[in-house]
């Protein structure tokens, strides 16, 4: 079925601290400089929010935490660069998600208004942040101990504003899957397999040794529930792994690497690491997981050439 292009979305989803806010403010500077497969398509209505936000990343540094009441949702009309391409999308960040990822999983329902963003042509990207002290570890024989109170004396789970425990993330992250599959059913029919593309944001903080191996790779071995429910669920979702990097290296606690990150040009930053061709690649070009999960059949992924 064909998909009225103004159509095509793509939900970004994630716990607070995920890295959301700064992917998509590096996004919005490669949109605006048309240097990717995706540029921008027309201003955005909140401007002035993309722009601050991506100032603090040609600053050299981190664009802070977004307030709950100030930002709920920007949305950027995207179009492919491609020659001879009239591929158009949105991308929809609902950004305050973070607190209502968890109250979504806790209340067992969610609201209207994203029930009204599920729809035909839409794809998300769940994001996942490296060393991020939002991500709840899984529970292992140890932590699931002290959960459920057990003896053994380990430190006590995290806990969030109101005291109560936080569930592990790749839990409510698993949960949500179940969620966007049953909408994804309901509202444009259970043949649809929507794209969701897990990122892994802030890769620059994965362990060398282990960059190598990529993100599908880091999920398995820190998020093995999640990896094991993409693994079983792949005639129900089209899942592709990315890791991202909105500076390419730690801006707070590498005095060389912010040195080399100004030397290098902080508008050029940004790296996406995928396997879309099979084996492990990088590229610069940061608009690759959106175009991906817009429905973009990406040939070349090295940011060479993209066809709808
Ligand atoms: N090292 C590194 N840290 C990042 C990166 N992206 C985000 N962060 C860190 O993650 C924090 C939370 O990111 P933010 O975009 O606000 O997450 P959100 O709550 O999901 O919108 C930031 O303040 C940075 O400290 C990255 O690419 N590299
Ligand atoms: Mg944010």
Redesign the pocket.
Known sequence: MDIQPHLRSVLLI?????????????LWLMLHASTGMLAGDGLPADLDYLNGGGNHLLKGE?????SREVHDQTEIPVKSTAAGSDFRGTLIVP?LP?EQILSVYRSRQWSEDWENKIRDGCGCLL?I????KELIAPLDWITAASHFGGTLPTASPAKDEDGKDKPPTQVVLVDWLQFLRKAFTQKVGGSYKPRIGIVV?????VPEDQKGEGPAKWIADNLPLLSQYVDANDDDFDFEYFG?????????ADPDFRAEYFRRDPRKA?EVVHALSGSIEKTHDVTLPVAWALGLSIIAPAGSAARP
Do not use: Y
Request: aromatic fraction near 12%; avoid cysteine.
């Open positions: 994630g716990v607070q601290d995920a890295g959301k806010s700064n992917f998509v403010f590096r981190f664009a802070p935490r977004t950004d973070g994001f942040r490296v060393d991020s944001s802030a890769w620059d903080l991202v990097s909105v500076t390419e290296g730690d801006l707070d940004g």
